[in-house]
């Protein structure tokens, strides 16, 4: 059994990273490509241990040392349940080698564990990067003994499984009730949308806490504990007072909450992967054909495979969800009241200036051409055989995304705009700045998304997200776009306006380029 449950993971960590491309491909362009991704994912893991150090160090400055491992179990934990839940979907059900993989002579308790285990391994190096900088700068500062230390390095190992089978529970639970359902995609993409709300809301409460009350001797900090991750309130109280006790406690609580899981997976893997599979019985009506344009047809056709991938449609809609919600949240919070919260003075102002590219960010967030073509693996010989030109099925892909952004973008757009009290001026770069955006990110997703196409995936996962190079290299780029300009209005205030009526000429002149090359592009160079 160790043997199989070992192989199986190999090929989950292969086709994830895709080493086997990497190892075996004769293409040097492709190694090229794939060095040049490895390079930028390990400077984002330096950047972001960078920030993680510098918020630790700020905390023991203040004299609050002492709540380390409640902040870093806190982050790590919200952090792991909010990814793993965007992911859930694809990791135990609805894998395109479900057929192969339960073909060959392995249990399901392997499968799973299998599978379970590439998931725990991604979010263990995610506790790695959240944790390993507090856990330095505790054991420099703190006066806590060697076992608390020791303690504090070891929750890392455990800090990611409880939230890990959370968001796997629900996520499977949304499969088994939404397969009950004629609409079962529409269900499951509303239920995920929600869940993932109340996880943002619960985070944002518990940043919400102001820097005098972090220092209030733990008490503020205890009861919010209590409130959120109780497991967190025990790493705490081990590590204060070097109680083993309480840390045997936490661990074993997190392999039984996983035992559990994996054993309640394994024994209905089958019959969530069934009903994952199961397609409703549709009653034929004869109507009569209509006939419309190649473009059309392949809008209507793209627009439909958008909604029937759920985890397709929920990370590349959450961006816009999200800023929907901010901008709700906004009518009822006044400009005066984030100033006070905050302690920045004159951040109404601030925000009002920027808030175009505000709306950019999330608007880089949502890029559904990004994976659009990839996720006609198996099947893109059907769209290579179709009477239509490259161009249009480009086209059609682009429409998607433009129609995912436009409608929450008009209304969020509206809604800030109204609550801030912004100019004609800035209501002009409200207007032009988003749409402007929102073109250029639809444009690079497709572009890069033609150049890294990836079909030989055993999930829609893998297209979506597991290691797509055109959908991470779309995504940096894209925040980067938006973050860079944003903060040099932040730091040049004056000219802000100017910075942004750049900015946005250089993007529409780059999406222009990038659309022309497209044009060139033919259905069989992909």
């Known amino acids: 059994m160790k043997n199989r449950y070992l192989l199986l993971l190999k090929i989950q960590l292969y086709g994830l990273f895709g080493l086997n491309r990497i190892l075996h491909s004769p293409s040097r362009k492709e190694k090229l490509h794939s060095g040049a991704l490895g390079g930028a994912a390990i400077l984002t893991i330096g950047l972001m241990i960078t920030y993680n150090t510098m918020i630790s160090v700020g905390v023991a400055r203040m004299g609050a040392v002492h709540i380390l491992p409640t902040i870093s179990a806190l982050i790590c934990s919200l952090i792991t349940l909010i990814l793993?839940?965007?992911?859930?979907?694809?990791?135990?059900?609805?894998?395109?080698?479900?057929?192969?993989?339960?073909?060959?002579?392995?249990?399901?308790?392997?499968?799973?564990?299998?599978?379970?285990?590439?998931?725990?391994?991604?979010?263990?190096?995610?506790?790695?990067?959240?944790?390993?900088?507090?856990?330095?700068?505790?054991?420099?500062?703190?006066?806590?003994?060697?076992?608390?230390?020791?303690?504090?390095?070891?929750?890392?190992?455990?800090?990611?499984v409880i939230p890990m089978i959370i968001s796997l529970g629900l996520g499977l639970l949304i499969t088994a009730v939404s397969s009950r359902s004629k609409h079962k995609n529409m269900l499951s993409l509303g239920s995920s949308t929600l869940i993932v709300l109340l996880i943002v809301a619960a985070s944002s409460r518990a940043q919400s806490i102001h820097t005098e009350e972090l220092l209030n001797i733990g008490i503020l900090f205890s009861r919010m504990v209590k409130k959120l991750y109780p497991p967190a309130g025990l790493i705490s109280k081990a590590i204060g007072q070097q109680d083993w006790l309480c840390f045997s406690a936490f661990v074993g609580m997190s392999v039984f909450i996983g035992a559990v899981f994996a054993?309640?997976?394994?024994?209905?893997?089958?019959?969530?992967?069934?009903?994952?599979?199961?397609?409703?019985?549709?009653?034929?009506?004869?109507?009569?054909?209509?006939?419309?344009?190649?473009?059309?047809?392949?809008?209507?056709?793209?627009?439909?495979?958008?909604?029937?991938?759920?985890?397709?449609?929920?990370?590349?809609?959450?961006?816009?969800?999200?800023?929907?919600?901010?901008?709700?949240?906004?009518?009822?919070?006044?400009?005066?009241?984030?100033?006070?919260?905050?302690?920045?003075?004159?951040?109404?102002?601030?925000?009002?200036?920027?808030?175009?590219?505000?709306?950019?960010?999330?608007?880089?967030?949502?890029?559904?051409?990004?994976?659009?073509?990839?996720?006609?693996?198996?099947?893109?010989?059907?769209?290579?055989?179709?009477?239509?030109?490259?161009?249009?099925?480009?086209?059609?892909?682009?429409?998607?995304?433009?129609?995912?952004?436009?409608?929450?973008?008009?209304?969020?757009?509206?809604?800030?705009?109204?609550?801030?009290?912004?100019?004609?001026?800035?209501?002009?770069?409200?207007?032009?700045?988003?749409?402007?955006?929102?073109?250029?990110?639809?444009?690079?997703?497709?572009?890069?998304?033609?150049?890294?196409?990836?079909?030989?995936?055993?999930?829609?996962?893998?297209?979506?997200?597991?290691?797509?190079?055109?959908?991470?290299?779309?995504?940096?780029?894209?925040?980067?776009?938006?973050?860079?300009?944003?903060?040099?209005?932040?730091?040049f205030p004056n000219i802000s306006s100017l910075i942004m009526a750049v900015t946005s000429a250089l993007l529409l002149a780059v999406s222009f380029l990038l659309y022309g090359r497209l044009r060139q592009y033919s259905l069989y160079e992909i």
């Open 263 to 491: 054993g309640t997976a394994s024994h209905f893997y089958q019959k969530l992967n069934t009903a994952a599979f199961h397609h409703s019985a549709v009653t034929y009506e004869g109507k009569n054909l209509q006939a419309s344009s190649p473009l059309k047809a392949m809008y209507k056709r793209e627009f439909h495979r958008y909604f029937s991938c759920t985890i397709y449609a929920l990370n590349s809609t959450i961006g816009m969800v999200l800023l929907l919600a901010a901008a709700f949240l906004l009518l009822f919070i006044s400009p005066e009241a984030l100033e006070q919260q905050s302690g920045i003075a004159g951040l109404g102002q601030m925000l009002r200036q920027v808030l175009p590219l505000v709306i950019a960010v999330f608007v880089t967030m949502t890029s559904t051409a990004s994976a659009s073509l990839s996720l006609e693996g198996k099947n893109r010989w059907i769209m290579c055989s179709l009477p239509v030109r490259a161009i249009d099925i480009f086209n059609s892909k682009i429409a998607v995304n433009l129609t995912v952004i436009f409608p929450f973008v008009l209304i969020s757009a509206a809604l800030s705009g109204f609550k801030m009290g912004i100019s004609p001026k800035e209501a002009i770069l409200l207007c032009i700045v988003p749409t402007v955006y929102a073109c250029f990110i639809s444009v690079l997703g497709m572009y890069l998304n033609v150049k890294f196409p990836r079909y030989d995936w055993p999930s829609e996962y893998y297209a979506v997200k597991g290691g797509a190079i055109s959908v991470l290299a779309t995504m940096g780029a894209g925040m980067l776009s938006s973050l860079i300009p944003l903060s040099a209005c932040l730091a």
């Open 84 to 160: 793993t839940f965007l992911k859930s979907f694809g990791v135990l059900t609805g894998l395109r080698d479900y057929d192969m993989v339960m073909s060959l002579p392995v249990k399901n308790s392997q499968v799973v564990l299998s599978r379970l285990t590439m998931v725990y391994l991604a979010n263990l190096f995610i506790s790695m990067i959240v944790v390993l900088p507090s856990v330095v700068i505790f054991w420099t500062n703190a006066k806590t003994g060697i076992s608390g230390n020791i303690m504090f390095l070891l929750s890392l190992f455990f800090l990611p």
